[in-house]
């Protein structure tokens, strides 16, 4: 079992930055992947970024050049920067992580709004 706790979010002006953490806890971190989706009201949840390792990492194209997923293994935690935030990039961000070698994304952290407005 794999508990994760997201910290980060809030008001941001269009422009603006934020970063996202999560720490997970339970489990051998190497034996897992974190990853950040996003889902704004009436929309699907989506993939934005994942990190396998420390360096081997996935960024979607819709937030890439923008937005960094980075994983510290020893902290066992993975932050996501968010930089030129716009308004269509607020919604409610959550960390997820799932075994290596499987498709499904298993454990859900609790979720953090991200709200960007002038």
């Known amino acids: 079992q794999v508990q994760l706790v997201e910290s980060g979010g809030g008001l941001v002006q269009p422009g603006g930055s934020l970063r996202l953490s999560c720490a997970a806890s339970g489990g051998t971190a190497a034996n897992y992947v974190m990853g950040w989706f996003r889902q704004a009201p009436g929309k699907e949840r989506v993939l934005l970024a994942a990190?396998?390792?420390?360096?081997?990492?996935y960024t979607s194209d819709t937030v890439k050049g923008r937005f960094t997923i980075s994983r510290d293994l020893n902290r066992n935690t993975v932050y996501l920067q968010m930089n030129s935030l716009k308004p269509e990039d607020s919604a409610v961000h959550y960390c997820?992580?799932?075994?290596?070698?499987?498709?499904?994304?298993?454990?859900w952290g609790q979720g953090t709004q991200v709200t960007v407005a002038s």
């Open positions: 997820a992580a799932k075994w290596r070698g499987q498709e499904q994304w298993n454990y």
């Open positions: 990190a396998y390792t420390s360096s081997s990492t």
